[in-house]
């Protein structure tokens, strides 16, 4: 979340999270620009570090020592983290087109998204070869190519097809990793050969002789086959083939060849080198577009420089000083690139070679030299500093506003209260004509026809089911949060067996400049509607107004036959209890506020908060279910005590059966709880034996309290191993059986935890 409260003027947008952006993220947070909105739109939440990446392959680093987590570092600069990937770049209207959300518009923004090994022109090699990026992708089809080999009994062959640093690191490391595996195994090591492919007459054609020298002997008494003068014009399944050579028959193969640049930033018009690089003069700056500026890979700068992270990193620091100055329209400092610089390339069994210049060192020292420095620099970025305390009044740095952004704001601190805190109307048409609210013959009327209110009607034999809900943002994602808002207000219409016919909108957008409150209540609606148009609901109206923070929330309309109404008083003795989603919301965004969870159990949390209840109510009908409730703010045992004591029941948990988001765990032993956790404590009498339960390490989490939770729901004994297969098949992953439910015994309480 935003960390000041000075209003919007300027919106910065970072594409990629690259090793030059993280150290813009890492300034920015340091030293805010008041002002200044940061927005990260990243593909991967996680950025591997490039110099430790073939440590990770060889096996030396765990997953979190060798990347970096975009999201606390976002919080710490105030930025917004959108997970997703940019398709394309309007220039003319400062926008950025991104896959599954509304269009990102920009003020200033800066592209540092990376490179590809070129694999498209390459006949079979897209189909048959693993290429070395996107990373994360690398990564598990690594770990199934590794699971393969040690599971296959014949020997294999594995082709390297790239020449340079990362072609000869990737094919040590690699051999590294599986002939340790295959030792530990008591198996032939050398069972696994590997070849090494190269366009060129030499390995490592931009470091020097000394460090050829040394790795053509390394790469020899390793064993691994060197095949200079190949280029692969074409990849089948189990050969590459090189021009005007014999083919090189292979299992699997490993593609690290020179960098490609992505399509879009040229399509979109940006001065491009024929590569597709994005142009930049001395100071990072596109030389067609001086609101865009690049680094990294992604960059061509006047005077060329190798693909290499090195320099990414160096750019970090300049990038930050430009963007700043170009936001308040100050001059801008120049990027000057190393000569010289030195590289540290390991041979993947704790030892490297130095390469500067001219000049070549290899040693085990020099590979202990890399880990130290590597780890002091991911230490800068994943043991951030102390967030620091809210700026609590409103403020500009000098040079980010002008003249008519000031008079703008000017009369912010004039905005009246009552009926005067409502957006303006030109903004909510605005906003409006570009969302498509949905029509229905029984919503007689909506937005398609605006009046003073909506007017419903209720078919011949139905039923109306009515329910509210509001609450304040927790992620700075408009978007998402509307999704998350629209699937927790519906939750309990599909709780009650009730299909949606129409909401409305209730929202509260942070007093700013016209432009930025109507894209942010645009965002927030195209959210919501984005849950509820599949639903077949419309939206048939609303309210909004201007506050001190972003809130939202939806009265939802659902229709349901009388004889179908589930009602929390329906279990019976006998049934199984069934839960669709996993816990943990509660005590992971307490951990996320505190910038203590990782990004991806984040992500992973929030993809099920997005995950519409929909087609689990209409399983767990089908499955006989005899009461259901939605898991939100009560916590699971607060809805299921409410749930026994309306059916005269007791329940059984089986404590390890309760599904949890990843993370939520550790969140917990952490003794990081939300702030709703005590009250929802105070049910813990209704559990029987509560001395002993308590002990149990996940027994708070039975308390804390969801945010678009999961269904809970009895079904028939009989039906309910059915019906969690068909939640598992209809995408509920971790649905699941977690208790059952008895006649009412002799006990005071009415839950049992096993
Ligand atoms: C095996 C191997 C070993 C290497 N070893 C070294 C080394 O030891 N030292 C060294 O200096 N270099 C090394 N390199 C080179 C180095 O990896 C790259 O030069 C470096 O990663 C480039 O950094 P970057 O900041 O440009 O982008 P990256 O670090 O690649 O980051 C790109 C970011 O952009 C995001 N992204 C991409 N496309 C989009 C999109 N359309 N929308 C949103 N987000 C997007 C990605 O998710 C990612 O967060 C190695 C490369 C390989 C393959």
Redesign the pocket.
């Known amino acids: 979340m935003r960390r000041s409260n000075s209003p919007v003027v300027k919106d910065l947008v970072l594409?990629?999270?690259?090793?030059?952006?993280v150290a813009v993220l890492r300034r920015f947070g340091m030293q805010p620009l008041l002002g200044l909105r940061l927005t990260l739109?990243?593909?991967?939440l996680h950025?591997?570090y490039?110099?430790?990446?073939?440590g990770y392959?060889a096996g030396h680093y765990d997953y979190d020592a060798c990347h970096i987590d975009?999201r606390p570092l976002a919080q710490l600069a105030g930025a917004r983290l959108y997970h997703?990937?940019?398709?394309g770049l309007d220039l003319e209207n400062r926008e950025l087109r991104?896959a599954g959300r509304p269009a990102v518009p920009f003020d200033l923004l800066s592209i540092?998204?990376?490179?590809r090994?070129r694999t498209l022109d390459v006949p079979g090699a897209a189909e048959h070869a693993i290429p070395?990026?996107?990373?994360?992708r690398f990564l598990d089809r690594w770990e199934t190519l590794v699971a393969r080999c040690l599971a296959s009994r014949r020997p294999l062959r594995i082709g390297i097809v790239g020449g340079g640093?990362?072609?000869v690191?990737?094919a040590l490391a690699a051999q590294y990793r599986l002939q340790r595996l295959l030792a530990e195994r008591g198996e032939d090591p050398t069972r696994i050969r590997f070849a090494l492919l190269t366009q060129g007459p030499e390995i490592l054609p931009t470091h020097n002789s000394g460090v050829r020298s040394r790795f053509r002997r390394v790469l020899g008494e390793r064993g691994i086959e060197v095949l200079t003068g190949h280029r692969v014009v074409a990849v089948t399944a189990d050969a590459l083939l090189a021009q005007d050579q014999a083919p090189v028959a292979v299992d699997a193969v490993l593609w690290?060849t020179s960098?490609s640049a992505?399509d879009?930033p040229g399509a979109a018009g940006l001065a491009v080198t024929d590569e597709g690089f994005i142009r930049v003069d001395d100071h990072l700056r596109s030389v067609s577009h001086p609101e865009v500026f690049a680094?990294?890979?992604?960059?061509a700068l006047p005077d060329p420089r190798p693909?290499?992270?090195?320099?990414?990193?160096r750019q970090g620091p300049v990038l930050t000083e430009n963007l700043r100055r170009a936001a308040t329209g100050r001059g801008l400092v120049p990027y000057r690139p190393q000569r010289r610089f030195l590289?540290?390339?390991?041979t993947g069994d704790r030892y490297a070679v130095a390469s500067r210049g001219g000049w070549s060192l290899e040693g085990a020292w020099l590979w202990r030299a890399k880990d130290w420095i590597d780890r002091r620099f991911m230490d800068r970025f994943n043991r951030l500093p102390p967030m620091p305390a809210d700026q609590s009044a409103p403020a500009l740095a000098a040079g980010i506003a002008d003249r008519e952004a000031i008079r703008e704001l000017s009369t912010l601190a004039m905005r009246c209260g009552g009926c005067g805190a409502k957006v303006g109307s030109s903004v909510l048409t605005r906003v409006m004509q570009r969302l498509s609210a949905g029509t229905r013959a029984d919503v007689l009327v909506g937005l398609d026809a605006p009046d003073d209110a909506a007017v419903l009607m209720v078919p011949p034999g139905k039923l109306l089911v009515q329910s509210v809900d509001y609450f304040r943002a927790f992620i700075d994602d408009a978007y998402t949060f509307g999704q998350i808002a629209a699937n927790h207000a519906l939750g309990d219409l599909y709780a009650m067996g009730a299909e949606p016919q129409s909401v409305l909108a209730i929202a509260t957008v942070p007093y700013g400049r016209e432009r930025v409150v109507e894209e942010t209540l645009h965002d927030l609606m195209s959210g919501a509607l984005a849950i509820v148009g599949p639903t077949g609901a419309v939206l048939a109206g609303g309210h909004s107004s201007e506050g001190a923070e972003l809130a939202f929330g939806l009265t939802v309309n659902g229709l349901v036959d009388p004889g179908a109404v589930w009602r929390k008083g329906g279990l019976k003795p006998g049934d199984r209890l069934v839960l669709t989603k996993p816990l943990g919301t509660g005590t992971l965004f307490a951990a996320d506020m505190r910038r203590l969870a990782k990004g991806r159990w984040i992500d992973t949390a929030i993809a099920s908060m997005v995950l519409s209840s929909q087609a689990a109510a209409a399983c767990l009908r089908r499955h006989g279910a005899s009461a259901c409730t939605d898991v939100t703010g009560f916590g699971l045992l607060g809805h299921l005590v409410e749930m026994t004591r309306a059916s005269g029941v007791d329940a059984v948990l089986e404590i390890e059966a309760v599904p949890l988001l990843p993370g939520a765990a550790e969140t917990v032993a952490a003794g990081i709880l939300s702030s709703l956790q005590p009250q929802n404590l105070r049910l813990r009498r209704a559990v029987r034996d509560l001395e002993c339960a308590a002990r149990h390490p996940l027994y708070p989490l039975l308390f804390d309290p969801q945010t678009a939770g999961g269904l809970l729901a009895g079904v028939p004994a009989e039906h309910a191993d059915a019906c969690v297969a068909e939640l598992r098949a209809l995408g509920y992953g971790p649905a699941a059986v977690i208790g059952r439910i008895e006649a009412t015994g002799n006990a005071a309480e009415p839950i049992a935890i096993e």
């Not at 594409?15 to 952006?21: L, S, W």
């Not at 739109?41 to 991967?44: A, K, Q, V, Y």
């Not at 070395?132 to 994360?136: A, E, L, Q, S, W």
């Not at 693909?307 to 990193?313: I, L, R």
């Open positions: 594409v990629g999270g690259g090793h030059a952006h739109i990243t593909r991967d950025t591997p490039s110099g430790m990446l073939p392959l975009l997703a990937e940019v398709e991104v540092n998204t990376g490179s090994p070395v990026k996107p990373i994360d640093a990362g072609g690191e990737v690290v960098a992505p879009w680094a990294g890979d992604v960059a693909k290499s992270g090195v320099f990414a990193v590289g540290l390339i390991s």
